[in-house]
């Protein structure tokens, strides 16, 4: 399962705690956005969510999407991104 994970900080700070949060992903990672990481897990959105939490401040902001089965996107990212997104997307 992949999910899209976009968050807004603010204000603006060290984010370090919450990137290694997100590194933690058991089946990986992908980057290429601001702000914005492709999350391959078998957590559901809501345990996703709960584990990157404790890292925010009631002023941050924080969206979990599910790229489910039938997702449809369309994008101008580098292959890499595209080839992850291939590898990870019916798992």
């Not at 009631?58 to 790229?67: A, K, P, S």
């Not at 595209?82 to 990870?88: V, Y």
Request: proline fraction near 5%; glycine fraction near 4%; hydrophobic fraction near 40%.
């Amino acid at each position: 399962m992949i999910y899209v994970v976009a968050y807004s900080l603010n204000p603006k700070r060290d984010v370090s705690s919450l990137l290694t949060e997100l590194q933690k992903a058991p089946a990986g990672w992908c980057h290429y956005l601001d702000d914005t990481w492709l999350i391959a897990t078998d957590e559901t959105a809501t345990e996703l969510y709960n584990r990157l939490v404790p890292y925010m401040l009631q002023t941050d902001r924080i969206l979990v999407i599910q790229m489910g089965p039938g997702a449809t996107y369309y994008g101008w990212l580098p292959k890499e991104a595209w080839d992850w997104i291939e590898q990870h997307k019916n798992r």
